[in-house]
């Protein structure tokens, strides 16, 4: 499925649900969101047909399950066996009920999972996340390793004069687990007010440490999407840079994103979005929601705007 500017987009992201058992501080604002009526969002049955009778024959090779948290969804096991099918079916979860779902996924279909996880210091971690308990998420990415939930992938989000100083622990990580710690750049999403009261921390800086300490190589990972790959010599995991701030990878973005009450998204910064839950309860016809998706796939920008949307947090749009 080619867009306007020649990019195949094979890729679908779905927020499975708004809701998150973490208030992470840069996602979230203190008071929450408001939250969607259990009606609004798209039941297992509808997005299964979504996926399987209008995107893959469109095109879509690639399905990833986000939030809010997709592991507090009820059944959520049940979506993964409707799925199981699609070449490549991953999750991104924060990890905290991952200790108990981790082999029923694999067993369901699932094929890898990435971790959200901003600190290994406790005390650091309850306070990113308002109360997280940081133990239960590392036995979750023990018990996904032992289900072979691999690549497993750690996302790492940089904050400036709260977590930097921590690069050097979490590249440990990959000397003794077969891990990818992926490290993202803090982009202005979620609480804008988080964001705003901090200076912007290029990732070049990071990496420049890092290979000076541990003297990094070229690495590799399959599923790495716009992340620099290196590895740090005889590590068993690989270490990766995600600089969207710094070096925008929209030329190269393969990717839709359809939110948990049935809006698909050509961007994760634009406004621009297109209802597919209405006319799929009306009854409209795999062929009607193609276009719909092309009308979509049209609006697919080439770069970021000026003005970052802020219609939805990112638990709502799907991270």
């Known amino acids: 499925m080619l867009d306007q500017f020649g990019r195949n987009i094979d890729y679908l992201r779905i927020a499975v649900t708004d809701r998150c058992n973490f208030r992470c501080r840069y996602c979230m604002p203190t008071a929450g969101i408001p939250l969607m009526e259990r009606k609004e969002i798209l039941h297992y049955g509808e997005i299964a047909d979504l996926v399987k009778k209008v995107?893959?024959?469109?095109?879509?090779?690639?399905?990833?399950?986000?939030?809010?948290?997709?592991?507090?969804?009820?059944?959520?096991?049940?979506?993964?066996?409707?799925?199981?099918?699609?070449?490549?079916?991953?999750?991104?979860?924060?990890?905290?009920?991952?200790?108990?779902?981790?082999?029923?996924?694999?067993?369901?279909?699932?094929?890898?999972?990435?971790?959200?996880?901003?600190?290994?210091?406790?005390?650091?971690?309850?306070?990113?996340?308002?109360?997280?308990?940081?133990?239960?998420?590392?036995?979750?990415?023990?018990?996904?390793?032992?289900?072979?939930?691999?690549?497993?992938k750690i996302n790492v989000v940089l904050i400036p004069g709260v977590n930097e100083e921590e690069w050097k622990a979490f590249a440990r990580l990959t000397l003794e687990k077969r891990v990818h710690v992926r490290f993202i750049e803090f982009m202005p999403l979620g609480d804008p007010k988080y964001y705003a009261d901090r200076s912007f921390l290029p990732l070049s800086e990071i990496q420049?440490?890092?290979?000076?300490?541990?003297?990094?190589?070229?690495?590799?990972?399959?599923?790495?999407?716009?992340a620099k790959i290196f590895k740090i010599p005889g590590a068993l995991g690989t270490i990766g840079f995600i600089d969207p701030m710094s070096h925008a990878f929209c030329a190269s973005c393969n990717r839709l994103r359809l939110t948990a009450d049935g809006k698909l998204k050509p961007c994760l910064m634009h406004p621009d979005e297109v209802d597919l839950k209405t006319p799929f309860r009306e009854g409209a016809s795999p062929s009607e929601l193609q276009e719909l998706v092309k009308r979509v796939l049209a609006k697919k920008p080439i770069g970021y705007p000026e003005t970052v949307d802020q219609a939805r947090s990112m638990s709502q749009i799907g991270g």
């Open 55 to 152: 995107m893959i024959p469109l095109g879509i090779t690639k399905v990833r399950l986000t939030g809010g948290e997709p592991l507090i969804r009820k059944d959520i096991v049940r979506l993964v066996e409707r799925l199981s099918d699609i070449p490549d079916l991953s999750l991104t979860t924060n990890g905290s009920l991952l200790e108990e779902l981790a082999l029923p996924l694999k067993e369901a279909g699932l094929r890898r999972v990435n971790v959200s996880l901003d600190s290994l210091d406790q005390e650091r971690f309850s306070s990113l996340t308002r109360g997280g308990e940081l133990k239960k998420v590392l036995r979750g990415i023990e018990k996904a390793l032992e289900a072979g939930l691999e690549p497993l």
């Open 208 to 226: 420049g440490k890092m290979d000076k300490f541990f003297g990094l190589e070229e690495g590799a990972v399959s599923g790495n999407g716009p």
